[in-house]
């Protein structure tokens, strides 16, 4: 059976650092779009970041470009989500998610991603910046 597993989320202040970690077990991430969704209370969930299966093409949306990062690390079938400069407004659950068609489509106002595609969502871990 497929699961995926997110790690890493917790409490830290603000400009601080967390990295998420999604495990996959049952199936690998090859072949697969991975990427991290989140979802603040009262708001939408939104696409994070997302990264091929070779790991050369990576997408961040602009609310979080220049302070996260994804990569993958296919020997440990983990992607992560690396979190610096963190802001109050980053309090989310964070989703991890995988996708066998193109996460990353062309939006009303540029690139985003597309949850509708989604094969897998992970349970999701809590990351609350605090001020």
């Known amino acids: 059976e497929a699961h995926l597993v997110e790690s890493g989320g917790g409490l830290v202040q603000v400009g601080g650092s967390l990295r998420l970690s999604c495990a996959a077990s049952?199936?690998?991430?090859?072949?697969?779009?991975v990427a991290w969704f989140r979802q603040a209370p009262g708001r939408e969930r939104e696409g994070v970041a997302c990264?091929?299966?070779?790991?050369?093409?990576?997408f961040l949306a602009q609310s979080v470009k220049g302070r996260f990062s994804i990569s993958t690390n296919n020997a440990k079938n983990t992607v992560y989500l690396e979190m610096n400069s963190l802001k109050p407004e980053d309090t989310a659950v964070y989703y991890c998610?995988?996708?066998?068609?193109?996460?990353?489509?062309?939006?009303?106002?540029?690139?985003?991603?597309?949850?509708?595609?989604?094969?897998?969502w992970g349970k999701g871990t809590l990351v609350t910046v605090s001020a």
């Open positions: 998610a995988v996708s066998e068609d193109d996460l990353v489509v062309a939006g009303p106002t540029g690139l985003e991603l597309d949850e509708s595609v989604v094969n897998y």
């Open positions: 049952g199936f690998t991430f090859d072949d697969l779009d």
């Open positions: 990264i091929g299966s070779s790991g050369d093409n990576t």
